[in-house]
């Protein structure tokens, strides 16, 4: 079965500084790898995914995720954040076989930035 | 903006009773995902329609059932509500399956009391 494991689930950064968000998954294959922001009230965004190809991919709003297959790992990363960033986090995991296109969502993290 | 419409934005019902939720896709998405977002399971998967057929299923209850029409708008059916299915409730587009974007609605929070 496939999983996500979002170790954090709250993370508090001060405004400027880097920011790194965990991710593990558990998939049987190649993985379609996914982050995505969800502020409040709002539906869910798309930040990056990662399907196959370059390890490191850019996203919006300045953000990159590096895939390591070998620690089963898709963590999000932003060298300054902005307090416009402070949103939920969910890193998800799916699969392109007909039949098995869920979607599976980590439990999220919390991003809070302090001035 | 999104492009995914859902109604209605609220809903409060009491238990025992059914209720529709809406889904109109981005213009082009065949795929409609929806999705179940609780504070004690997350983001649960449902079910997925393309093109009008089923395509996935999640951990979709007995008592829910969905359909996606001829014009590709979809409706989630909820019946006999119990408190636990209280949550709120996101409907996703993309134009094929995973391997396009999936575009999230603002949900339909559903209160049952």
């Known amino acids: 079965a496939q999983s996500v494991t979002q170790p954090d689930i709250h993370i508090t950064v001060s405004e400027g500084a880097s920011l790194e968000l965990r991710c593990n998954y558990s998939y049987g294959a190649t993985p379609y790898l996914f982050w995505y922001v969800q502020s409040p009230g709002q539906g869910l965004q798309l930040l990056l995914k990662?399907?196959?190809?370059?390890?490191l991919v850019q996203g919006i709003k300045g953000f990159e995720a590096e895939f390591k297959r070998s620690q089963s790992s898709f963590n999000l990363r932003k060298p300054s954040v902005h307090w416009s960033d402070a949103a939920e986090y969910f890193c998800a995991v799916g699969g392109s076989n007909f039949g098995n296109e869920k979607l599976t969502f980590g439990t999220g993290t919390r991003l809070t930035i302090i001035p | 903006d999104s492009g995914v419409t859902q109604t209605p934005k609220h809903l409060i019902t009491a238990t025992g009773q059914r209720v529709t939720l809406r889904c109109s896709p981005r213009?082009?998405?065949?795929?409609v995902y929806w999705y179940q977002q609780s504070l004690d399971q997350g983001l649960q998967f449902l079910i997925q329609y393309y093109n009008g057929e089923e395509r996935a299923k999640g951990n979709i209850l007995e008592r829910f059932s969905a359909q996606q029409f001829p014009d590709l708008h979809s409706e989630l059916n909820l019946s006999s509500l119990e408190l636990g299915d209280s949550a709120l409730y996101f409907c996703?587009?993309?134009?094929?399956?995973?391997?396009?974007?999936?575009?999230f609605g603002n949900g339909t929070r559903l209160t049952v009391t």
């Open positions: 990662y399907f196959s190809g370059d390890t």
């Open positions: 996703a587009s993309s134009v094929t399956g995973l391997d396009s974007p999936l575009h």
């Open positions: 213009s082009g998405d065949l795929s």
